[in-house]
């Protein structure tokens, strides 16, 4: 089956640094990833749509000079929070898109962030 | 209004009891109906998927989908205590690949 990894999978930080969250597809590539933030008891929340050579597309009301997403190739994108502060802390997951693929996306572990 | 409305539960039930997990939508340009399962700090894993409507059986879990009454639901049988965790629906049109996610309905399945 398609795995996606997330790296790392528990972060601490202190406010005002900033933090890169790794999203790979270790067995396929994948054209679209998409970043998700989830709080406690919440569902997954899209935040972003990140297209492999091209910009990202930002759901509205998230920053994009905040969470800066980059998909410099088929199997590795990655989230960085830029100054982040403690109401960043949440669980962030990605998932990945087969480019031939109807429906599916494969979700990776997600990371949980706290900022301090 | 949300596009996609789902229970958020909690749901607890003893072992060996029929679960039925719901949503509805309002978009009826959705095609595509996942049911995700999510265990406690860790990714969604994707259990069933159907497309349009109709039925669709696997082991334990039963899929549902009625277009016409923008509702679709899951089953589980035969519930285990391993079957505890949050289920989500999510949804996608024909084009593009975004899913639409319902909130979740957090299952505990009592021994």
């Known amino acids: 089956g398609a795995v996606v990894s997330q790296h790392p999978s528990w972060v601490i930080c202190k406010s005002g640094t900033s933090v890169k969250i790794e999203c790979r597809s270790l067995?396929?590539?994948?054209?679209?990833m998409f970043w998700y933030r989830q709080f406690p008891k919440q569902s997954l929340m899209l935040m972003a749509t990140?297209?492999?050579?091209?910009?990202?597309?930002?759901e509205q009301g998230v920053e994009k000079d905040k969470f800066l997403i980059n998909h410099a190739s088929l199997t590795l994108s990655t989230l960085t929070v830029t100054s982040a502060h403690p109401e960043d802390s949440s669980f962030y997951i990605c998932?990945?898109?087969?480019?031939?693929?109807?429906?599916?996306?494969?979700f990776g572990p997600g990371t949980r962030l706290t900022v301090t | 209004q949300k596009e996609v409305e789902q229970d958020p539960g909690p749901l607890s039930v003893p072992e060996g009891a029929i679960v039925s997990l719901n949503c509805t939508y309002s978009?009826?340009?959705?095609?595509?109906f996942m049911w995700y399962r999510q265990y406690s700090r860790k990714g969604p894993e994707l259990l069933m998927y159907?497309?349009?409507?109709g039925n669709k059986e696997d082991g334990r879990f039963t899929a549902q989908v009625d277009k016409s009454s923008k509702y679709i639901s899951l089953f589980i049988r035969d519930s285990q205590p391993s079957d505890s965790a949050t289920y989500l629906c999510?949804?996608?049109?024909?084009?593009?690949?975004?899913?639409?996610f319902g909130e979740g309905t957090q299952l505990t399945v009592n021994p």
């Open positions: 999510a949804m996608k049109e024909t084009s593009g690949s975004r899913l639409t």
């Open positions: 978009n009826s340009a959705f095609q595509y």
């Open positions: 067995d396929f590539q994948a054209t679209t």
């Open positions: 159907t497309y349009s409507s």
């Open positions: 998932s990945a898109h087969p480019p031939r693929g109807d429906y599916e996306q494969y």
């Open positions: 990140s297209n492999e050579g091209s910009k990202a597309t930002y």
